[in-house]
């Protein structure tokens, strides 16, 4: 029997992108919307609790709003806003962090899929905290550089206009109150003592995500080298799919630069130690729309379903 799936929000770009991978796979049947009743609350009620598993692609208060549509019992929610992504009662779409976390995604009713700039800054930090190499009250930070598509339709029609203005021809920090949205994410689940201070840059390119953060060594618990750090990492994430830690000094492929468009189209995740014996960088490599988006939100989907992690994606 083919599992039903319904996408509420399935114009944006998360939402696009995971309903078209949904149309090759003979598993899904996907429940439709018509267009002119996108926003009827009542069609939805009906499409959501006729689901077995509904996808929420919304903003955050849409999608409160659709969870409090679930009167069939029966039904699981994945969701893709910021809403529910520090609520305990949700599983965190995040498998590769511990057993513990895909243990509760596979059985879970209710799943949080993570942020794309808290993707890689999770896929950093968790570990090092988890196992006690960065001591919780490190006064973390680091950036992020996006492509245009992690602003949702709004800033993909600016950065695709003709006569768009030519400052973003460029890099462009933003969100500089610190007020950013994931902040509250990076700090919850990793179980840092505050919130990081954290850069985030959109740059001239659809999609790709490259989010770096750099230690001291000597801040870090014990005696640390990029070595041992690089030697951490591989074991911790030895024998995941979606996450592969890049042989040290790996960056020298790419004649000692790392873009963040390397990954665009793929689902993984890559991870390189950089530095020196004082300074070390760690960065996460990866598409903002695949394992920042909508590539994690199927990963979870597979996993609820019991069938093969990496049906449907891009490795």
């Not at 996907?30 to 009906?46: F, G, N, Q, V, Y």
């Not at 203005?165 to 700090?187: F, G, I, S, T, V």
């Not at 490599?285 to 590539?295: H, I, R, V, Y």
Request: hydrophobic share 35%; aromatic share 10%.
């Amino acid at each position: 029997m083919k599992t039903k799936i319904f996408v509420d929000g399935s114009e944006g770009t998360t939402g696009l992108r995971i309903h078209e991978r949904f149309m090759k796979r003979q598993d899904i049947e996907l429940l439709t919307i018509s267009p002119e009743l996108r926003k009827d609350e009542a069609e939805r009620k009906r499409l959501i609790n006729a689901s077995d598993i509904t996808f929420l692609c919304l903003p955050d208060a849409a999608a409160k709003e659709s969870v409090a549509m679930v009167e069939n019992e029966k039904v699981k929610i994945i969701d893709t806003s910021t809403a529910h992504r520090t609520d305990s009662e949700w599983a965190y779409g995040f498998p590769e962090l511990s057993p513990e976390h895909r243990a509760k995604i596979q059985k879970g009713k209710r799943i949080a899929v993570p942020g794309c700039h808290a993707t890689g800054f999770i896929s950093l930090v968790y570990p090092l905290i988890a196992k006690g190499i960065l001591p919780a009250d490190y006064p973390v930070s680091g950036f992020s550089l996006t492509g245009y598509s992690g602003g949702g339709k709004k800033m993909i029609a600016e950065y695709e206009e003709e006569n768009r203005p030519a400052e973003y021809d460029a890099p462009r920090e933003y969100a500089l109150n610190q007020q950013h949205k994931h902040l509250k994410e990076m700090k919850v689940i990793t179980g840092l003592k505050r919130e990081p201070l954290f850069s985030p840059i959109v740059a001239d390119y659809y999609s790709g995500m490259l989010v770096s953060l750099p230690f001291y060594t000597d801040m870090l618990a014990a005696k640390q080298t990029p070595e041992l750090i690089h030697e951490f990492f591989a074991d911790y994430y030895k024998n995941k799919l979606f996450i592969k830690v890049m042989p040290f000094g790996g960056e020298a492929e790419k004649k000692g630069f790392l873009s963040g468009i390397d990954c665009s189209g793929w689902d993984g995740l890559k991870i390189y130690v950089t530095g020196n014996g004082e300074r070390v960088v760690l960065s996460a490599q990866f598409d903002n729309l695949g394992k920042g988006a909508s590539g994690a939100a199927i990963q979870c989907l597979n996993l609820m379903l019991g069938c093969q992690e990496e049906e449907g994606l891009n490795l």
